[in-house]
């Protein structure tokens, strides 16, 4: 797993068209631009509206690089570069699941189809063939950063996370708790909560030996969902959160039977966060998964106690559990980001899951069925923009993650993590035998930025990214 290491690594300019989000809501379009990133693929310059032709060398002479040992990559006409996106959610071990789901809700959905194939993820080679292909799928999607769920096993769990290092996608990489015998299969569980925390802490060792600084791989705290957790490993867990700072990934509030279930299983607990909270496991860096029947209290608490979302669109249609409350979310101040929530979701591109939040967001704004009594301004509210849910694929997943300060946007100190986006120009005259493969997107050319962003959001797929780089180091790139 070392050849990463070997690289002979290059300072890089990048030149034309650069596009991020500043904020929610609000893309830059930042034309003619010089983005210079040094050899440890942290951005060091950002040179607005220069030449392109001949502003490489002042570039080398202000930050006294070699013009001679440089790569240059420069956008065509039609491309533009964009942040990586930010999974905030994604089982890699469901991943040869995607779109299997039938007409099942969450809990006969983990019976029938998730525990059984995680539970045949204890192969090695199984593990090995599902796992390359999803971090060699998601990276061609754009996806630069993943947090994902492994399953309860040690050994594919660690092989997950140098996957993820080999293949240098940045990612935090979660081995799965569930020790209670209420949820969980018998053929699939920890035998107990010290077994439970013993092989997390084994996972966590692995991680900071391949990667002792955690500059591209994180372990990440999973207990999988309060129903699937006992009390004791919860505290556990919370306790080792407290001690090592390390983040926390977790399910909360997605289907009603899940809620009945909570509320038999912890009577202690006012609410499903409040189980969470009592156990230390709500508080900054924790990522809890679909959110979606919250009361006022709960999305409260959240929001005081620092915790984030991942709102998984996809996977809350296909499972028929309900439309997430972005909107007041985003209002009480709570980090949202994206996830795909393969297998939940039926798509391990995180573009899907962008235009899929906004077309959920459009259903809670209807004015009949489940959100007939919501006052119309508030409605109207929820809608999400295309620059709002890129907002949330980007910045807001890098806030949940806590590496804000890292990835996310473009900007002097943060690291190169990029997506070159390529949509298919239309020609002038058109061959009807054409058959070059632009793509979904067509752009005549007369589009302003901000349409040609739109038609990306929602007819782009992974034809259109072109080149994937992380931390600097390409990681991908279309032939
Ligand atoms: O969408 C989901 N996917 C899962 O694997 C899971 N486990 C608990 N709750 C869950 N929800």
Redesign the pocket.
């Known amino acids: 797993m070392e050849s990463s290491h070997h690289h002979h690594k290059r300072n890089q300019i990048f030149l034309g068209t650069f596009i991020h989000s500043v904020k929610l809501g609000e893309l830059q379009y930042m034309h003619d631009t010089a983005v210079c990133v040094d050899k440890h693929g942290k951005i060091v310059a950002i040179e607005p509206q220069c030449d392109l032709s001949n502003v490489t060398e002042a570039l080398c002479q202000k930050l006294s690089w070699d013009a001679h040992d440089l790569a240059i990559t420069i956008t065509k006409e039609g491309q533009f570069f964009f942040p990586g996106f930010i999974d905030t959610h994604i ?1 890699a071990p ?1 991943y040869p699941n995607v779109g299997i789901f039938g007409k099942s809700t ?1 809990l006969d959905w ?1 019976n029938k189809y ?1 525990f059984p194939m995680e539970a045949s993820l204890e192969s090695l080679p199984k593990a090995r063939r599902v796992y390359t292909s999803c971090v060699r799928r998601t990276l061609a999607h754009g996806t630069t950063t993943a947090a994902y769920y492994a399953t309860i096993h040690v050994a594919t769990t660690n092989l997950l996370a140098d996957l993820c290092h080999a293949m240098g996608q940045r990612a935090f990489v979660g081995r799965v708790c569930m020790d209670s015998a209420d949820v969980n299969p018998a053929y699939y569980r920890d035998e107990s909560a010290d077994e439970s925390l013993s092989r997390t802490r084994a996972s966590i060792a692995h991680i900071r030996n391949i990667d002792p600084s955690y500059a591209l791989i994180c372990p990440i705290l999973t207990p ?2 309060a129903p ?1 957790c006992t009390r004791d490993a919860m505290a556990q867990l919370g306790a080792l959160r407290c001690s090592s700072g390390l983040p926390v990934q977790t ?1 909360i509030s ?1 289907n009603a039977a899940e809620l009945a279930l909570v509320k038999a299983m912890f009577p202690e607990c006012g609410s499903y966060a409040d189980v969470y909270d009592k156990y230390s496991l709500l508080g900054a860096r924790t990522v809890l ?2 959110a979606i029947h919250l009361t006022d209290y709960e999305i409260n608490l959240i929001s005081e106690r620092g915790a984030g979302v991942a709102h998984c669109p996809c ?1 809350n249609s296909a ?1 028929t559990s309900g439309e997430a409350p972005v909107r007041r979310l985003l209002d009480a101040g709570v980090g949202v980001g994206l996830g795909t ?1 393969v297998s ?1 979701g039926y798509s391990a591109s995180v573009l899907e899951a962008v235009r899929s939040a906004a077309l959920v967001s459009n259903h809670r704004a209807m004015p009949m069925g489940k959100w007939a009594e919501t006052p119309a301004e508030e409605r109207e509210r929820a809608k999400l923009s295309v620059e709002e849910v890129l907002h949330l694929a980007t910045r807001g997943g890098a806030g949940v993650l806590g590496i804000a300060d890292r990835v996310g946007g473009f900007e002097v100190g943060m690291e190169w993590d990029a997506q070159l986006v390529g949509l298919g120009l239309v020609d002038e005259c058109p061959d009807e035998c054409d058959m070059r493969d632009h793509g979904n997107v067509d752009v005549f050319g007369w589009e302003a930025w901000d349409e040609r962003v739109a038609k990306w959001v929602f007819n782009g797929d992974d034809r259109n990214v072109k080149k994937v780089w992380v931390r600097g180091r390409l990681v991908h790139e279309r032939k």
Do not use: A, K, M, P
Request: no cysteine.
């Open positions: 089982h469901q969450l983990l998730t999988r969902f699937s399910h997605e998964g679909h996977s499972l929530d939940g």
